[in-house]
């Protein structure tokens, strides 16, 4: 038996070598490297995004005023409407959506009331107009402030202007017009 343990430890393999742990730092090397790029990125990102909150001059991030829940404004939108322009040629005209932005649902009440009428003196006041007005910025800016003063002059509300309204504060307690804002829904210019 000597002699057949003799042979099958001679037959037996060696011992395997030890591998090489080259190919494992490798990959751990590789692995740590992407985790810091994934970081420096990250930090880089939450960076900037702050920076973004800030004002151009470096103060303090602007705080928007929360709006109050019980004065929510109310809206009220408007059929579309297609008017012709005053462009030569009266080949021109807008496709106009409108909505308007009133103070709250009392108001809402009273503007129905005086709704074809608004229309009317809406639809007159645009036909006034050539597509370039209309389609520059001011002229959008320039109609929406005509609306709401045509509106304003219909249903009898005070209208201002910036200068008589310091005025105004601090002469009298004039309700503010209770029409806030108009607001474009649909604006297609041919």
Known sequence: MSAAAATATAAAPEAPKKKSKKLLFIVLGVVVLALIGAAAALFILKKNT????????????????????????????????????????GNRFIQLGL?????DAAT?????????SIRSQVLVLISQRTADEMLALKGKEKLASDIIATI???????????????????????AANPVQAVLFSSFIVQ
Do not use: C, W
């Open 50 to 89: 702050a920076e973004d909150d800030y004002e151009d001059d470096g103060h303090a991030p602007v705080e928007q005023a929360a709006k109050n829940p019980k004065t929510a404004p109310v809206f009220l939108p408007l059929e579309n409407m297609v008017i012709n322009l005053a462009d030569p040629g």
């Open 99 to 103: 909505t308007l932005q009133l103070q």
């Open 108 to 116: 809402e009440t009273a503007v129905k009331a005086y709704l074809p």
């Open 152 to 174: 304003s002059k219909e249903m009898g509300y005070a209208m201002s202007t910036e200068g008589e309204e310091a005025t105004r504060k601090k002469k009298s307690k004039a």
